[in-house]
């Protein structure tokens, strides 16, 4: 496995390749990142994993200069999957000057949810997914189902872009108790960490309600948000949306459900297909 840390060895380490099949991540990796390595590995004649913590999808109150960076344990984790280059460059590689050129994503996808709670989240995602897959020439890209609203924010980039493209969704990778795997699971107590499960479990009572038949999703929502709150949760939103646009659903609708909360001081979000 090669490991470059700037363009110039990466196009070198590319060069070779016509259908390069690429994972961005943010680094800190675990089982759930290792599994989109795998979902890659039959997409291109050569898998590429992307580690870079981009700074534009932090908000100012967020934890950006504090994320872990693990590089050795990461390349360690990548290696062992079959990942063949890792990209790992420098702020300065990627930004050698202040990003002025933004992918602004439209707002009635990029103000909702996620981005409602972190204005100017998904324009930050965009811009740097639209960059790291430049860099790569990617011809397939794999994201995880867990952030469901930026694996639609990507897809519709590529498309509108007319990007020769392929992006693959892989489904959320899940604990043994159902809880989603996150980076930020690291940031749980002993404590927390037990009672983390409580998210996926009111997800799961949520679509098997709509499953069962009830469409009065406004006072599932409610509820849902009642029993994490009474738990001790701060949660933003527990909600069911139509799949193909995360807008309000009718009867009929294929759904998803999706939640935000906070637990403790680590805010966690999972999701649901219906």
């Given at each position: 496995?090669?490991?470059?840390?700037?363009?110039?060895?990466?196009?070198?380490?590319?060069?070779?390749?016509?259908?390069?099949?690429?994972?961005?991540?943010?680094?800190?990796?675990?089982?759930?990142?290792?599994?989109?390595?795998?979902?890659?590995?039959?997409?291109?004649?050569?898998?590429?994993?992307?580690?870079?913590?981009?700074?534009?999808?932090?908000?100012?109150?967020?934890?950006?200069?504090?994320?872990?960076?693990?590089?050795?344990?990461?390349?360690?984790?990548?290696?062992?999957?079959?990942?063949?280059?890792?990209?790992?460059?420098?702020?300065?590689?990627?930004?050698?000057?202040?990003?002025?050129?933004?992918?602004?994503?439209?707002?009635?996808?990029?103000?909702?949810?996620?981005?409602?709670?972190?204005?100017?989240?998904?324009?930050?995602?965009?811009?740097?997914?639209?960059?790291?897959?430049?860099?790569?020439?990617?011809?397939?890209?794999?994201?995880?189902?867990?952030?469901?609203?930026?694996?639609?924010?990507?897809?519709?980039?590529?498309?509108?872009?007319?990007?020769?493209?392929?992006?693959?969704?892989?489904?959320?990778?899940?604990?043994?108790?159902?809880?989603?795997?996150?980076?930020?699971?690291?940031?749980?107590?002993?404590?927390?960490?037990?009672?983390?499960?409580?998210?996926?479990?009111?997800?799961?009572?949520?679509?098997?309600?709509?499953?069962?038949?009830?469409?009065?999703?406004?006072?599932?929502?409610?509820?849902?948000?009642?029993?994490?709150?009474?738990?001790g949760w701060k949660p933003d939103y527990v909600v069911a949306r139509r799949r193909v646009d995360l807008q309000a659903p009718q009867p009929g609708d294929a759904l998803v459900v999706l939640a935000a909360a906070k637990l403790g001081t680590t805010r966690l979000i999972d999701n649901l297909e219906v």
């Amino acid at each position: 496995m090669k490991i470059v840390h700037t363009l110039a060895e990466l196009r070198s380490a590319l060069s070779a390749y016509r259908h390069p099949a690429v994972v961005p991540t943010m680094g800190n990796l675990h089982a759930g990142h290792i599994a989109l390595i795998k979902a890659a590995k039959p997409l291109g004649d050569v898998t590429v994993a992307t580690i870079f913590v981009n700074r534009l999808q932090f908000g100012p109150k967020e934890d950006f200069s504090t994320y872990p960076r693990t590089l050795e344990a990461d390349c360690a984790q990548l290696e062992a999957a079959g990942c063949d280059i890792v990209f790992a460059p420098s702020e300065a590689e990627l930004y050698p000057e202040p990003q002025s050129f933004l992918i602004q994503p439209p707002p009635d996808l990029a103000n909702i949810l996620e981005g409602e709670f972190r204005p100017g989240f998904f324009t930050g995602v965009a811009t740097i997914v639209m960059k790291l897959l430049s860099c790569t020439q990617a011809r397939s890209a794999v994201f995880g189902k867990k952030d469901y609203q930026q694996l639609m924010v990507v897809r519709r980039m590529v498309q509108q872009f007319n990007m020769p493209i392929d992006i693959v969704g892989v489904d959320t990778l899940r604990a043994d108790d159902g809880l989603a795997m996150s980076s930020r699971n690291g940031y749980l107590s002993a404590t927390e960490r037990q009672e983390a499960v409580l998210l996926s479990q009111t997800l799961k009572a949520l679509a098997d309600a709509m499953r069962g038949g009830r469409c009065d999703y406004a006072a599932l929502e409610a509820q849902a948000m009642s029993s994490l709150s009474a738990a001790g949760w701060k949660p933003d939103y527990v909600v069911a949306r139509r799949r193909v646009d995360l807008q309000a659903p009718q009867p009929g609708d294929a759904l998803v459900v999706l939640a935000a909360a906070k637990l403790g001081t680590t805010r966690l979000i999972d999701n649901l297909e219906v």
